[in-house]
């Protein structure tokens, strides 16, 4: 069997609407593409998709080298499943099912989310609630799309900074809704929460090698994202890659491990400006990027 091939891709401007960014996409030659399916600063918990949207993603999907299953959506930042709060609770625990019967009805192979704050700081109350969460959205939405937690760059009470709260949540789950759920790591998250993937090659594979120890399984994907704040800092600031504390090398370390190849792997790197509702043209950072990586890549 041949081995799989890398998945670049990025979270393309959706100047335009969604078909828009997966055309961005595939014109910089991309095999992997993350976007939102709604305003991201809203719970979109009423918020559907409407069959002709779905029809002209489809069609702009279809014109590029990207296969639906290798498109994932981010899901909205507020959504707070960790949260003690009954009330808020109840309508970002909406929010996600709602994202994932979007997700799904679009085709989308995946759907990644941050799971949220346990403002408490009862965090193995929280990590429950997060599964609770995950096993009503899955339940409810039929279809192959899975539902992935984010790892977390551990500011204040965040939950899923480490390796042991990401299997706390999956091993919550009842075994059906287990099969479409999974995790998925962001470099910058992993630097700025502790985990020094920049001191050598062998660290980095020690950090892959925990999560999977821990999970019982590999990342679904990766957030390729340098970063601005130091080992540690908690900070979720993304800047370029080669740009920030963990530097290009590293990425070409996370490229030759076997673990990286199959799944997409999504730039959320700073962009150049965006572009006319129109106008098809990549960003040109992410085209830069693109190619860094396939040059690190040895493709």
């Known amino acids: ?5 890398h ?34 600063k809203y719970y979109n918990e009423k918020v559907g998709v ?3 949207r779905v029809e002209r993603f489809r069609d702009a ?3 590029t080298s990207i296969a639906p299953e290798h498109v994932m959506a981010h899901a909205a930042y507020v959504l707070n499943v960790a949260t003690p709060d009954t009330e808020k609770w109840e309508r970002a625990s909406a929010g996600l099912t709602k ?7 679009l085709g989308l192979g995946m759907v990644c989310f941050h799971p949220g704050a346990a403002t408490d700081g009862d965090r193995d109350a929280a990590v429950k609630r997060v599964a609770t969460a995950m096993a009503r959205a899955i ?14 760059a551990g500011a204040g009470t965040t939950i899923a900074r480490t390796a042991e709260e ?19 790591l962001d470099t910058c998250h992993l630097f700025a929460s502790g985990y020094d993937i920049a001191a050598d090659p062998m660290a980095f594979t020690t950090v892959l090698d925990t999560f ?21 800092s908690n900070k979720d600031r993304h800047t370029l890659l080669g740009d920030g504390a963990i530097g290009q090398e590293p990425f070409g370390w996370l490229l030759g491990d076997p673990r990286s190849r199959g799944v997409p792997l999504i730039l959320e790197t700073p962009q150049d400006a965006a572009p006319a509702d129109d106008d098809a043209t990549p960003d040109p950072n992410d085209v830069r990027m693109i190619r860094l990586l396939e040059r690190l890549a040895g493709a």
Do not use: C, W
């Not at 279809?143 to 977390?152: H, I, K, P, Y």
């Open 1 to 5: 069997m041949p081995t799989p091939k």
């Open 7 to 40: 998945l670049f891709g990025a979270h393309t401007p959706d100047s335009g609407g969604i078909a828009m960014a997966a055309r961005r996409a595939g014109n910089a030659g991309m095999r992997a593409l993350q976007l939102f399916t709604a305003i991201p």
């Open 50 to 52: 409407r069959p002709e």
């Open 61 to 63: 999907l279809a014109e």
């Open 99 to 105: 994202e994932l019967e979007r997700s799904a009805a």
């Open 139 to 152: 339940e409810t939405v039929d279809g192959d799309t899975r539902l992935l937690v984010e790892n977390t």
């Open 166 to 184: 990401i299997a706390g949540i999956l091993g919550e789950l009842p075994r059906a809704a287990r099969a479409r759920a999974g995790y998925g």
């Open 212 to 232: 999977e120890r821990a999970i019982g399984e590999p990342p679904r994907f990766f957030h390729l994202n340098d970063s601005e704040g130091a080992l540690g």
